[in-house]
T-cell receptor
Framework: GQQVMQIPQYQHVQEGEDFTTYCNSS?????IQWYKQRPGGHPVFLIQ?????EVKKQKRLTFQFGEAKKNSSLHITATQTTDVGTYFCALNDMRFGAGTRLTVKP | NAGVTQTPKFQVLKTGQSMTLQCAQD?????MYWYRQDPGMGLRLIYYSASEGTTDKGEVPNGYNVSRLNKREFSLRLESAAPSQTSVYFC?????????????FGPGTRLTVT
């Protein structure tokens, strides 16, 4: 079946620094979704990518889907303390990556 | 709208006990899901219901049963709890049974089996 790897597992940054998490699949994907989970909370949908090479932005968040549709990234510019949480990718078979836990030092 | 609700929020069971986790959604969604979340392992799909009257196994179904009681409600039953089932359980729903649809998650049930 599909294998999904999400890296890094943890990332600690100083407020204002950038952050990137990567999601890599062993097979070609039809789409990929990203979710954010605040500490003690539940996952919340952020975005879906469908097209090869697609780039979408939400304020300081930039999402990319690879040309081969096997990988994706989420980049946060100038992190803020409100960005703290775990970011998950979700594949088209409802399989989730293990997540990247982001902590931000004020 | 309450979205997706789950009961209970917390539960402690002894090995061998049984219990049912309840989930309800008020968004008129067709599809509902049960996930478990363990540290460092993300979310793993236990069972899902594509539509009322149907249920299917996910990635980790062993030790669990589900019932889609009606369009709103989807319950998860542990017949004989084991310590390996200690986890946080999330219920989710989506409009349609396809991974192109956004999933809405409930607040979770934190289960400890001793």
């Amino acid at each position: 079946g599909q294998q999904v790897m999400q890296i890094p597992q943890y990332q600690h940054v100083q407020e204002g620094e950038d952050f990137t998490t990567y999601c890599n699949s062993s097979t070609t994907l039809s789409n990929i979704q990203w979710y954010k989970q605040r500490p003690g909370g539940h996952p919340v949908f952020l975005i879906q990518l469908v097209k090869s090479g697609e780039v979408k932005k939400q304020k300081r968040l930039t999402f990319q889907f690879g040309e081969a549709k096997k990988n994706s990234s989420l980049h946060i510019t100038a992190t803020q303390t409100t960005d703290v949480g775990t970011y998950f990718c979700a594949l088209n078979d409802m399989r989730f990556g293990a997540g990247t836990r982001l902590t931000v030092k004020p | 709208n309450a979205g997706v609700t789950q009961t209970p929020k917390f539960q402690v069971l002894k090995t061998g006990q049984s219990m049912t986790l309840q989930c309800a959604q008020d968004m008129n969604h067709n599809s509902m899901y049960w996930y478990r979340q363990d540290p460092g392992m993300g979310l793993r799909l236990i069972y899902y219901s594509a539509s009322e009257g149907t249920t299917d196994k996910g990635e980790v179904p062993n030790g669990y049963n589900v019932s889609r009681l009606n369009k709103r409600e989807f319950s998860l039953r542990l017949e004989s709890a084991a310590p390996s089932q200690t986890s946080v359980y999330f219920c989710a729903s989506s409009e349609e049974p396809h991974a192109t649809y956004e999933q809405y998650f409930g607040p979770g049930t934190r289960l400890t089996v001793t």
